[in-house]
């Protein structure tokens, strides 16, 4: 809206000079100094070229475009109109304050491409070290893992050295019953089986 107000305003300048290019407009006594009409005309141009997110916050905030720029500079529509009709009547003027915009916004454009670049480096970084960090974190529990069963294993060795030396007793209980018995067998054996000669009643005489 702002951005049309002001076309129509350099619109108009220029007819009037075309039309009455030998009356020199008097010079304004608030006239606004050129470096400050380039100020005013770049912020023109962004506020007009604002979209999307960056113009719903300006709807959200309820700034209007128009009174926000003569708000920032201190100026009103009339005086604005004058200092624009008095640059547009000397052309060299009114092509150096454009030339300026134009630079100031190439600048800026170019600032704002770098800014742009840089931020999706550092959010490629960024995600390169989170991705290091969740694989390290991977194998550090990996590692975790591993040194917890192997402390497990480390804690089961007693036990099993307990129930070897058990084993070992129990083995050498059993080898001693054995002996046990098999002498005992032998204690029982006949004279016969013992190789004893045989007693005399027993002999037959026939």
Not at 65 to 94: G, H, M, P, T, W
Not at 135 to 142: F, V
């Amino acid at each position: 809206m702002i951005l049309k107000r002001f076309l129509t305003y350099f619109s108009l300048v220029l007819l009037a000079t075309a039309c009455y290019k030998y009356n020199k407009p008097k010079k304004p006594k608030n006239l606004i100094p050129k470096d400050k009409m380039v100020n005013i005309i770049i912020d023109v141009r962004l506020l007009a070229s604002a979209n999307g997110k960056n113009k719903r916050t300006l709807e959200e905030n309820n700034l209007q475009s128009e009174a926000y720029i003569y708000k920032k500079y201190n100026i009103d529509s009339l005086q604005f109109a004058l200092s624009n009709n008095y640059y547009a009547y000397y052309v060299d003027d009114y092509i150096d304050i454009y030339e300026k915009v134009k630079d100031s916004l190439g600048s800026l454009n170019d600032k704002f491409s770098d800014l742009a670049e840089k931020e999706e480096q550092e959010k490629k970084y960024k995600d390169s070290i989170n991705s290091i960090i969740k694989k390290d974190s991977i194998r550090i529990l990996k590692i975790k893992n591993y040194i917890s069963a192997l402390v497990k294993k480390d804690s089961l060795k007693p036990l099993i050295k307990k129930d070897s030396i058990r084993l070992i007793k129990l083995k050498d209980s059993l080898q001693i019953l054995v002996k046990k018995d098999s002498l005992e067998k032998i204690n029982l054996k006949t004279p016969v089986e013992e190789g004893l000669i045989t007693p005399v009643s027993d002999i037959d005489f026939q």
